[in-house]
């Protein structure tokens, strides 16, 4: 029988109050998960919806739960980063918005995977199972060095050195095989107060190093804005700094104007504006959302609109 509970959809209020601007069109849901977001949108417009996802089982699910939605709903088993080749494929040369609901599914953490430290199963953390890399493959193969500059660089972690190197003692005696042993490991260097802090980060990063996430989300933002129709909308719902970083910074370059040194006179750069940002700062959960949904907490909300076609 098909999961319906484990999905609720963040700040589902607010995505659609920025999302949609049009009652028909095409909408891209480029990280559909379970679908929540999407059927709302189906619900309030006649547009059509095409949905992404890596995972062929949150594939299943998110189709199961669009079912009565027909022809308005196609959902394909591949990454966002490829929405532009995906939609030219099908003939869609723009679309009404974009939407991004980031990181790790609450399906994914509650199914196993190895997304979590609070079970104990074998270290994977591929959304994508047809990938070769799993999160034990670093920890097992790469340098002291390479595992340190993974825990820094995407989960912001200080430890990271001293972490990586009880990670290298470690395996010199054994392989490092499931979520349990990098737990242990972990609190070897890292005291109580600090401990799930700690453990969040690291787990946070290994799965964004094994899924590439923000690479795909550069490459995923840069062909939404190609494929955007003038008065389209990109919306992205982001959980950690990292991600929320690079979409403000993509928002604003997309923003500027002219970049030429004052004392240039005339423009010889070129550069034009394209989008006008929508929400000046980033959109957060109210206290009665996160007390229904605890992982919407940490959830940002940016969008903006384009207001130029390119070329």
Same mark, same amino acid.
């Given at each position: 029988?098909?999961?319906?509970?484990?999905?609720?959809?963040?700040?589902?209020?607010?995505?659609?109050?920025?999302?949609?601007?049009?009652?028909?069109?095409?909408?891209?849901?480029?990280?559909?998960?379970?679908?929540?977001?999407?059927?709302?949108?189906?619900?309030?417009?006649?547009?059509?919806?095409?949905?992404?996802?890596?995972?062929?089982?949150?594939?299943?699910?998110?189709?199961?739960?669009?079912?009565?939605?027909?022809?308005?709903?196609?959902?394909?088993?591949?990454?966002?980063?490829?929405?532009?080749?995906?939609?030219?494929?099908?003939?869609?040369?723009?679309?009404?918005?974009?939407?991004?609901?980031?990181?790790?599914?609450?399906?994914?953490?509650?199914?196993?995977?190895?997304?979590?430290?609070?079970?104990?199963?074998?270290?994977?953390?591929?959304?994508?199972?047809?990938?070769?890399?799993?999160?034990?493959? %670093?920890?097992?193969? $790469?340098? #002291?060095?390479? *595992?340190?500059?993974?825990? !820094? =660089?995407?989960? @912001?972690?200080?430890?990271?050195?001293?972490?990586?190197?009880?990670?290298?003692?470690?395996?010199?005696?054994?392989?490092?095989?499931?979520?349990?042993?990098?737990?242990?490991?972990?609190?070897?260097?890292?005291?109580?107060?600090?401990?799930?802090?700690?453990?969040?980060?690291?787990?946070?990063?290994?799965?964004?190093?094994?899924?590439?996430?923000?690479?795909?989300?550069?490459?995923?933002?840069?062909?939404?804005?190609?494929?955007?129709?003038?008065?389209?909308?990109?919306?992205? %719902?982001?959980?950690? $700094?990292? #991600?929320?970083? *690079?979409?403000?910074?993509? !928002? =604003?370059?997309? @923003?500027?104007?002219?970049?030429?040194?004052?004392?240039?006179?005339?423009?010889?750069?070129?550069?034009?504006?394209?989008?006008?940002?929508?929400?000046?700062?980033?959109?957060?959960?109210?206290?009665?959302?996160?007390?229904?949904?605890?992982?919407?907490?940490?959830?940002?909300?940016?969008?903006?609109?384009?207001?130029?076609?390119?070329?």
């Amino acid at each position: 029988m098909m999961e319906k509970t484990f999905h609720i959809p963040v700040l589902l209020e607010e995505t659609m109050k920025y999302l949609i601007t049009r009652n028909d069109g095409i909408y891209v849901d480029g990280t559909i998960g379970a679908g929540g977001h999407s059927e709302e949108i189906l619900k309030r417009t006649n547009a059509k919806v095409i949905g992404f996802d890596i995972d062929p089982k949150i594939v299943k699910i998110a189709q199961e739960r669009l079912k009565n939605y027909g022809d308005r709903v196609l959902i394909l088993n591949r990454n966002y980063a490829s929405v532009k080749e995906s939609l030219k494929e099908l003939g869609i040369e723009k679309i009404s918005g974009f939407l991004l609901d980031l990181g790790v599914s609450s399906y994914q953490l509650d199914q196993g995977g190895g997304f979590s430290y609070r079970f104990d199963e074998k270290l994977d953390m591929r959304m994508d199972r047809s990938s070769d890399l799993t999160a034990s493959d %670093i920890l097992n193969e $790469s340098s #002291e060095k390479e *595992i340190a500059d993974i825990i !820094f =660089k995407f989960g @912001e972690e200080p430890k990271a050195k001293i972490i990586a190197r009880e990670i290298i003692r470690y395996r010199q005696r054994k392989r490092i095989e499931t979520t349990g042993e990098l737990v242990k490991i972990i609190d070897k260097v890292v005291g109580k107060k600090y401990r799930l802090k700690v453990l969040a980060r690291v787990f946070q990063s290994l799965r964004i190093a094994v899924n590439k996430e923000l690479d795909n989300l550069k490459m995923g933002l840069e062909s939404a804005i190609d494929v955007l129709e003038k008065g389209g909308r990109i919306v992205v %719902i982001s959980y950690h $700094s990292l #991600e929320d970083r *690079i979409v403000k910074n993509f !928002f =604003k370059s997309n @923003e500027k104007k002219c970049i030429c040194p004052p004392d240039v006179g005339e423009c010889k750069c070129g550069k034009v504006q394209v989008v006008k940002i929508l929400t000046k700062k980033p959109i957060t959960p109210k206290e009665d959302e996160i007390s229904l949904n605890p992982r919407a907490r940490s959830a940002k909300l940016r969008a903006c609109e384009k207001i130029l076609e390119l070329e």
